[in-house]
């Protein structure tokens, strides 16, 4: 399956919109989801192949310098009715492989994905949700509040560089939100705003996403502080600071281990 850029835009320094059409997004289906996401791939490079191809054939007819970088990205949105699939994409200078691709991308370029799969969607029978991420969470955050009712409640906590990097979140809920910023004296300043809440009364279904080192401290005092069950809560980490997008890719499994081992 495959996507043409249709258009681009600059949403903050660091998020570029993509909005992809075309015949090549026929047989996409919608998930279930607020957190659904595609798995796309961004051949190097040089490659010899594309722009359409097949994953699974480069990575067995091709050496390994050849193969796409998989990446995962959350759909912010699927239009059904217009055929248009927008993903947000989180840009950190020239670094990794997607994120320099988006930058850089035009009308008429193409992205090969799989997917979509997802693992959440707001529990309407909990009392309040609790939301939590940083850049790489908002997609997913942002397409959650839309999805919430009027006469629903959410507590949502972000982290990003600064104002500029704030965007419009819309809901038809009550939603309490505080945007955190990130500084040299404080880089981190997620978990203490999420120890520092007055949770409302009644059960929480909660969705912590986002840096690793963060995320296991907030899963941590979310599982053994407010006695949260895991039922009650989609926890991953993202992305690993001061890693690369593949080195983070060879230890995650081991991270997550640990993490849930935590509590």
Known sequence: MHGEVL????????LVRLVLGGPGLHDFRAAEGTDAY???????????????????EVKATRPREEWPARR???????????????????????AGAAGPWARAARPG???????????????????WHLLVGDESALPAIAATLEALPAGARAVVRLVCDGPEHEVPLESAAEVDLLWLHRSPDQPTPLPDAVEALDFPAGRVHAFVHGEADEIRAIRRHLLTERGLTRADMSCSP?????????????????????MDADA
């Open 7 to 14: 258009r681009t835009r600059q949403l903050t320094p660091t």
């Open 109 to 127: 370029d193409v992205l090969v994905m799989t997917g979509p799969s997802a693992g959440y969607r707001p529990d309407p029978d909990a009392a």
């Open 72 to 94: 995962r990205y959350t759909v912010r949105r699927w239009d059904e009715a217009a055929r248009e699939l927008t993903l947000d994409v989180v840009v950190h200078g020239d």
């Open 38 to 56: 595609v798995n796309v791939a961004i051949p190097p490079a040089g490659a010899t192949y594309g722009p359409v191809f097949d994953p699974d």
């Open 238 to 258: 993202y992305w690993r600071r001061t890693m690369t997008d593949e080195a983070w890719r060879a230890v995650k499994k081991e991270f997550v281990a640990a």
